[in-house]
């Protein structure tokens, strides 16, 4: 028996979010009917979950996460808010030997690409918000000072680390999601979400970068989503999704432990489409896997699909029961 979940939250300029995801349905099209047709090639990237503990319940929340908003001049979601992250570099490439690892090295910091992808999310979080995920504690002054070096020229990270006789907190950073940028898109990125819990004794003086974001925020998932329907934030669809399944976490302690049991990071590539709504509204279809129209359908007749129309808020629709928009398709395929 189907159903229809539905998951409604307004979206600030979603006339904005419609359109680029129309623009990139469009090119789905164009690019379905082109036997020449080659996607680029997705950039690897890394972005963090920064959440931090509350000296006291906000929001009915005792954790805060960091977003950065996305100068409005950015090729690539101009003033969405986001977690911070960026494209890996040839720089975050070290060897297993390198001085910045831990001794012994985990199983998980033999793979090269994890060291790459761990490193790079550490440098980027530190370049658009100030935030030095790296022990021991760096003064603000001394990070004052190299900043702009970095900003200038990312290569000078690890020399930076090496001066200050500090080290990333490797083993801290939980793989959370792996979302792949679709195949019509220009610009496209091979992103791993990675999350760490930080203690409230842990002071960081978040600061935005002022060239690719322009301000910074804290805020519990509650208030994410509340500013997000007061049409103060603008989030891409998979921050949303993952700023909803952060809503079933109220305390720390209970989110770091789910990440520490390890995720489902199997590389999520939604696919979109353009339908007409029943009232000859168009709208785009964000299929997920599963979807009956995505590269991954469980059945002929499955839904699940994020539904964004000019001027409402994203939907999500399932065919499936007690299906959520966040769920590994390992696990979808398993209730069937």
């Known amino acids: 028996r189907s159903f229809v979940c539905a998951i409604r939250f307004v979206s600030p300029r979603v006339r904005s979010c419609f359109n680029s995801a129309e623009r990139i349905a469009r090119m789905s099209l164009l690019n379905k009917n082109d036997p020449n047709f080659t996607p680029a090639v997705p950039k690897l ?7 931090r503990a509350l000296e006291q319940v906000r929001n009915g929340f005792d954790y805060e996460v ?9 090729r690539f979601m101009p003033g969405y808010h986001v977690f911070p992250g960026g494209i890996t570099e040839p720089s975050d490439e070290i060897p297993e030997d390198h001085p910045l690892l ?59 680390l090496q001066e200050l006789q500090c ?31 930080i203690t409230s004794a842990r002071k960081v003086n978040a600061l935005h970068d002022e060239l690719e974001t322009t301000r910074h925020d804290w805020k519990t998932p509650g208030e994410v989503l509340e500013a997000y329907g007061k049409k103060k934030f603008q989030l891409a669809p998979p921050t949303w999704i ?31 489409i353009m339908k007409v709504g029943e009232d000859g509204t168009n709208e785009i279809v964000l299929c997920l896997p599963g979807d009956k129209e995505s590269s991954t359908p469980l059945s002929g007749e499955s839904l699940r699909r994020l539904v964004i129309r000019p001027g409402e808020s994203y939907k999500f629709i399932s065919s499936l029961a007690s299906s959520a928009p966040w769920e590994s398709f390992s696990s979808l395929q398993a209730k069937m």
């Open 242 to 272: 993952t700023v909803a399944e952060l809503c079933a976490f109220k305390t720390l302690s209970e989110l770091e432990n789910v990440a520490k049991q390890g995720r489902d990071i199997s590389p999520i590539i939604p696919n979109f």
């Open 167 to 197: 080290k990333p907190i490797w083993e801290n950073l939980y793989e959370w999601a792996h979302w792949i940028t679709p195949e019509a898109e220009k610009y496209r990125y091979d992103t791993y979400f990675y999350l760490i819990p």
């Open 66 to 74: 960091l977003f950065v908003k996305r100068k409005e001049t950015a």
């Open 45 to 51: 990237a890394a972005t963090v979950l920064i959440c």
């Open 102 to 160: 831990p001794c012994p090295l985990s199983e998980s910091l033999h793979d090269p690409v994890t060291r790459t992808l761990r490193l790079a999310a550490t440098r980027e979080v530190f370049e658009e918000s100030n935030v030095l995920l790296c022990d021991p504690i760096v003064p603000p002054e001394q990070l004052a000072k190299w900043r702009p070096r970095v900003l200038k020229d990312c290569t000078q990270f690890v020399p930076m």
